[in-house]
């Protein structure tokens, strides 16, 4: 048995697609950055993700929903990749400027777990966006832990406001900041509890989620216990 995955990037999102207006786009670094898109009074759930195209060619990529189901915009956290079609695509946005994008699709929903099991969420980088999405809409029911692992400080999107609300380890492996600590986030898993009714969620770099997964596995967590965005070559779905 393996854990489960929540998206399938073969299944396409709900049919049709929207024409988006750009609100705002905040640079984090000169890596990371945000896009606000108008909502258009668009319903999701926390963990669900967007399709979002490039002008010409017709190229997309998906990336998870950032924003509160709360709020009137649909945010999303994306990193700047050189050459990248959509990436360098998006990030010369500007506001009022046009995005044609998906309807919300995916099933990873961080934080609905069966009953009134704890949870605990497991980020790197981007990987971020839907438990934040998460936090803004239910802050009211927090995970146990949240461990965020980003290469530099300034990346940790939302840090400030994190760490004010949420039990929260952050690791930085690029870079050495006094009273944080350095290194990767699979550092941190010995921190965690264990019990047999805490759920995980995971989102974010694909070795982490690997490395992740089998770690929890040798140290006895239940493979339906481990949830998590995305796709491993190697892990396949719990049929």
Request: with cysteine; net charge neutral.
């Amino acid at each position: 048995m393996k854990p489960l995955i929540e998206k399938n990037h073969s299944e396409n999102p709900q049919s049709g697609m929207i024409d988006r207006v750009v609100e705002k786009i905040i640079h984090h670094s000169p890596e990371i950055f945000e896009i606000h898109l108008s909502r258009n009074n668009e319903q999701f759930i926390p963990g669900q993700y967007l399709s979002l195209f490039k002008d010409q060619p017709e190229i997309s990529r998906e990336y998870s929903i950032a924003s509160g189901i709360n709020e009137p915009w649909l945010g999303f956290i994306i990193r700047h990749r050189a050459g990248g079609q959509v990436t360098e695509f998006l990030s010369q946005l500007q506001p009022r400027e046009v995005v044609r994008t998906s309807h919300p699709g995916g099933t990873f929903c961080p934080g609905f777990q069966p009953g009134k099991n704890q949870f605990i969420f497991i980020a790197t980088g981007t990987g971020i966006a839907p438990f934040l999405s998460y936090l803004k809409s239910y802050p009211q029911k927090p995970p146990l832990s949240l461990l965020y692992g980003v290469r530099f400080l300034r990346d940790a999107v939302g840090l400030s406001d994190l760490e004010k609300n949420f039990p929260i380890q952050l690791a930085i492996s690029r870079e050495k900041i006094s009273g944080r600590h350095q290194g990767r986030v699979t550092d941190l898993l010995n921190t965690l509890p264990r019990q047999k009714n805490i759920y995980y969620y995971l989102c974010g770099l694909d070795a982490m989620i690997q490395q992740v997964s089998e770690w929890f596995q040798h140290h006895g967590i239940q493979p339906d216990h481990i949830h998590y965005e995305g796709t491993i070559p190697i892990l396949s779905k719990i049929e």
